[in-house]
């Protein structure tokens, strides 16, 4: 879920990337929760049953809804 969830801001840091004007405050926003959703996922391995749901229902949330709206 972690990975899928990691495919939608790598697409967009690549098109903010490569377009004529760089945004770079977006740019910024993608990497640091790029860099967020890698810790999540590193987390997982420990987390226990409550922390491990928790971060499911977040990441779900965040597939169902890339916007955030």
Do not use: F, N
Not at 12 to 26: F, M, S, T
Not at 34 to 61: N, Q
């Amino acid at each position: 879920m972690i990975a899928a969830a990691l495919a939608m801001p790598d697409a967009q840091l690549l098109a903010k990337r490569r377009a004529p004007v760089a945004d770079e405050e977006r740019i910024e926003e993608l990497k640091a929760g790029r860099e967020a959703a890698l810790a999540d996922g590193a987390h997982l391995a420990t987390a226990d049953p409550e922390e491990a749901d928790w971060i499911s229902a977040v990441y779900s949330a965040r597939l169902r809804d890339p916007m955030g709206k």
